[in-house]
């Protein structure tokens, strides 16, 4: 099983250029989630899908839209690139609604010019 | 949401255990304790994690307070591998999709 995977690995992008980041899983997960690092800092969260077909809003959502494409992918948007949406993204995935763990994908090093 | 506090870093001499302390006073009663770590340049990966009583898996332990304000995350014999960033989070039982995550603390071995 590769797990949880994203692409690209690394993106650079000038201000109000438009990208979508990929993710997919292939160990059936029902949720899938879309997280982004600033420098320093921890994860927070952007949008989350708990099932195939639901979308929800996390912490910060401005400026990205998502669409789960099926049970295996999870994309993520960014209309109108800029610079503060310069982060790393990670994509991840969790077998149910209950407590189990996350599993993260590696990441996409995002810089926005 | 019910927050955590840990320290920004700590040291440890490699062979050696490590406990991680993370306080959360606000912790409610369907708030399930978990720990991640970040190793450098890769994305969290899963810890551990419990409820009221203590717990043990092959990576640590999780030590949790009587009165659940508190808990300590024990890494027996620090690695060089160990060297990442722990992240101690609260996640509801109740709703529990979401993971909140603080700054965390940096531990760092030394060989």
């Known amino acids: 099983n590769a797990g949880v995977t994203q692409t690209p690995k690394f993106q650079v992008l000038k201000t109000g250029q438009s990208m979508t980041l990929q993710c997919a899983q292939d160990?059936?997960?029902?949720?899938m989630y879309w997280y982004r690092q600033d420098p320093g800092m921890g994860l927070r969260l952007i949008y989350y899908?708990?099932?195939?077909?639901?979308?929800d809003k996390g912490e910060v959502p401005n400026g990205y839209n998502v669409s789960r494409l099926n049970k295996r992918e999870f994309s993520l948007r960014l209309e109108s690139a800029a610079p503060s949406q310069t982060s790393v993204y990670f994509c991840?995935?969790?077998?149910?609604?209950?407590?189990?763990?996350?599993?993260f994908g590696p990441g996409t090093r995002l810089t926005v010019l | 949401d019910a927050k955590t506090t840990q320290p920004n870093s700590m040291e440890s001499n490699e062979e050696e255990p490590v406990h991680l302390p993370c306080n959360h006073s606000?912790?409610?009663?369907?708030?399930?304790i978990h720990w991640y770590r970040q190793l450098p340049s890769q994305g969290p990966e899963y810890v551990i994690h419990?409820?009221?009583s203590n717990v043990n898996n092959r990576m640590a332990s999780l030590a949790i307070a009587e009165d659940r304000k508190s808990s300590t995350l024990i890494l027996h014999r620090a690695t060089l591998r160990d060297a990442a960033v722990y992240y101690c989070?609260?996640?509801?039982?109740?709703?529990?999709?979401?993971?909140?995550f603080g700054g965390g603390t940096r531990v760092l071995v030394k060989p």
């Open positions: 989070i609260l996640r509801d039982g109740a709703k529990g999709n979401k993971l909140t």
């Open positions: 606000t912790i409610s009663g369907t708030d399930y």
């Open positions: 991840a995935s969790k077998r149910d609604r209950g407590l189990d763990e996350q599993f």
């Open positions: 419990g409820l009221t």
């Open positions: 899908s708990a099932s195939e077909g639901t979308t």
């Open positions: 160990m059936n997960h029902n949720s």
